[in-house]
C-alpha cells in the first residue's frame, strides 16, 4: 500500500537518554510512537549520572534555549524555577568580562533571560516531562551495538541487554548518543564513505568545585560572575561563580595549554586568584567548600559534517553532541539540542518521517543550529595555540577583530548589548552583529567609559561576608 495512504502511527527509536535524546523523544512523539534506548540506569530524581560526567560543571541555557525548551515542552522553564532553577537577566544579573578583558555594565533593557540551575536539576525535570508523555518508552540498561538495514535505509538497532541480543525495529533511528557515538562507524559498516569531520581543540581543562553560598548571598539573589579567557594572552584562563540551587555556588575553573586548573583542592582559590582579574578567587576566600574537585580534559569543539554526506540512509537520523560537541564555556550544547529537535518537529508537522528522503531532509535543517554555534565557538578557540591543524584565514581574523570591537560596544552600550546577546543566544544569526543596533553605536556613539573592575554593588560585596 502506498506510504500516503498508511495509517499506522510511525514509530521511533532513539538512541541516548540524555537532554539531546530526551528533546528528540519530545518532538517525535507528536507523530510517532517512541522508543528511548539509554545504556545506564536513569536516576529517579536530580542526581548525577554516570554517562554525564561533565555534569558537574556549570552549564547555563542561553535565552535561545530557554525559548525553544518553552516551544518544545510549554511550561518546563516554569518547572525548573519552581523546583529551585532561576531566570536571571543578561547582562542585569551578572557579572561578566569578555575575553578582551572589558567589564560589561550591568544593563537591565534587554529581553535575554537564561535559566540557571544545575545539570542534575535541570535533565531530572525534562526527563520527567518527556517519560511521562505515554507516547514515549524508556528501554534502560540496553546498548546500541549496531544498525540494521543498508546503506538505502536503516530499519532498526541491534541492542544488547545483558547477555541478551536482539533487533530493535523502527521507522526511524536517532541517535543521540553524545560526543562518544559510533554513528561514523556504523555507516562505514552500511558501506557508507567516511563522514568528513573538523575539530578545534583549544585544549580547556575544567576543574569544578562545589561551594556553600556563602553570608546572606543566597536570599539576596547573587549574580552570575563570570572572568572569560583571552586567545590573544595564552595560556587563555577563565572562570564562572553560577549560584544554583540548595544555596550552593557551582564553581568552575578552565586553562589551556601550560595553563590547567589542577584536581588539588588546595590550589582551587590561588588558581582563581590568578586568573585575569581575581574576583572569583576573593569570593570564595568567605565560601565553604563541599567536597573534592572534578576535573574534565575532554573540551574540543568536535563535528561532522553528515549533512553534506552525498548519499545518506532513510530511516536515520543524528542529533545533539553526536553531530558537534563544543567547549563547554560557551553554554550552547544544550541549546543546540533543543533548537534542533524543534526543527524536526517542523519538518514532521507536514511531512510523514516514512517518507523516502525525509530523514536527509531532518538532517540537514538540524544542521542549521549546529553551523550557528559552531561559528561562535571556533571564532574564538582557533586563536589558541595547537587548536587546530592550520592557522585561522585572513576572513576569521577579520570576523574575529569584528567580534572584539562588537563586544566592546556592546559593553557599554545597552543597544549594541540586544544585537550582541541576539546572536550569542542563539536567538538570530551573526548577521544581526551588522544590523544598525550595533553599527551606530560602534560608529557613531554616544560611548560611555570602560568600566575598571567588576561592577559587583556595595551590597553585593557585604552579602559574602559572614
Not at 22 to 42: C, G, H, K, N, P
Not at 415 to 433: N, T, W, Y
Request: proline residues 7%; hydrophobic residues 40%; contains cysteine.
Amino acid at each position: 500500500m502506498p506510504d500516503r495512504l498508511d495509517t499506522r502511527r510511525p514509530t521511533a527509536l532513539v538512541i541516548g537518554g540524555s537532554l539531546a535524546g530526551l528533546f528528540a523523544a519530545a518532538a517525535l512523539a507528536e507523530t510517532a510512537d517512541v522508543t528511548v534506548v539509554e545504556r545506564d540506569r536513569l536516576p529517579e530524581g536530580p542526581e548525577p549520572r554516570r554517562g554525564v560526567p561533565q555534569a558537574r560543571h556549570a552549564h547555563l541555557v542561553w535565552s535561545g534555549g530557554v525559548r525553544a525548551f518553552d516551544e518544545l515542552l510549554p511550561g518546563v522553564v516554569e518547572e525548573v524555577v519552581a523546583r529551585g532553577g532561576r531566570l536571571v537577566r543578561i547582562m542585569g544579573d551578572m557579572v561578566s568580562r569578555a575575553p578582551n578583558e572589558i567589564w560589561f555594565r550591568r544593563f537591565t533593557s534587554t529581553h535575554h533571560r537564561n535559566i540557571v540551575c544545575s545539570r542534575d536539576l535541570l535533565e531530572a525535570v525534562i526527563r520527567d516531562r518527556v517519560l511521562a508523555d505515554g507516547r514515549v518508552t524508556l528501554r534502560q540498561d540496553t546498548v546500541a551495538v549496531a544498525l540494521e538495514g543498508g546503506a538505502t535505509r536503516v530499519t532498526g538497532v541491534r541492542v544488547r541487554t545483558g547477555d541478551q541480543e536482539l533487533v530493535l525495529s523502527a521507522d526511524l533511528v536517532v541517535d543521540a548518543s553524545g560526543r562518544g557515538s559510533s554513528a561514523p562507524r556504523w555507516l562505514r559498516e552500511l558501506g557508507l564513505p567516511k563522514v568528513a569531520e573538523r575539530e578545534i581543540n583549544a585544549g580547556v581543562a575544567y576543574a569544578t568545585r562545589l561551594y556553600r553560598a556563602p553570608g546572606s548571598t543566597a536570599e539576596t539573589g547573587f549574580p552570575l560572575v563570570n572572568v572569560q579567557a583571552n586567545p590573544g594572552r595564552a595560556p587563555g584562563r577563565g572562570g564562572i561563580i553560577l549560584p544554583v540551587e540548595g544555596n550552593r555556588w557551582i564553581v568552575t575553573l578552565a586553562g589551556t595549554r601550560g595553563g590547567e586548573p589542577s584536581s588539588d583542592p588546595d590550589s582551587f582559590v590561588d588558581f582563581a586568584l590568578g586568573l585575569g582579574d581575581p574576583v572569583i578567587g576573593e569570593l570564595l576566600k568567605e565560601a565553604e567548600p563541599l567536597g573534592d574537585v572534578a576535573t574534565t580534559r575532554s573540551t574540543a569543539n568536535q563535528r561532522r559534517y553528515y549533512e553534506k554526506m552525498r548519499h545518506w540512509p532513510d530511516g536515520f537520523l543524528v542529533l545533539g553532541d553526536a553531530v558537534a560537541g563544543y567547549n563547554p564555556v560557551y553554554g550552547h550544547g544544550i541549546t543546540v539540542a533543543a533548537q534542533g529537535a524543534l526543527a524536526v518537529r517542523a519538518v514532521l508537522r507536514d511531512t510523514r518521517l516514512t517518507v523516502p528522503g525525509t530523514a536527509r531532509r531532518l538532517q540537514r535543517v538540524a544542521a542549521r543550529p549546529v553551523a550557528a554555534a559552531w561559528n561562535l565557538a571556533v571564532g574564538q578557540d582557533a586563536f589558541y595555540p595547537g587548536a587546530a591543524a592550520t592557522p585561522p584565514t585572513a576572513v576569521e581574523r577579520f570576523l574575529a577583530r569584528y567580534v572584539d570591537r562588537a563586544v566592546a560596544t556592546g559593553a557599554r552600550n545597552p543597544r549594541a548589548l540586544g544585537a550582541l546577546l541576539d546572536v550569542m543566544s542563539l536567538e538570530k544569526p551573526a548577521a544581526r552583529l551588522f544590523s544598525p543596533d550595533m553599527l551606530f553605536p560602534m560608529l557613531f556613539g554616544p560611548r560611555k567609559a570602560y568600566l575598571p573592575g567588576p561592577p559587583l554593588t556595595e551590597a553585593e560585596r557585604k552579602a559574602v561576608v559572614r
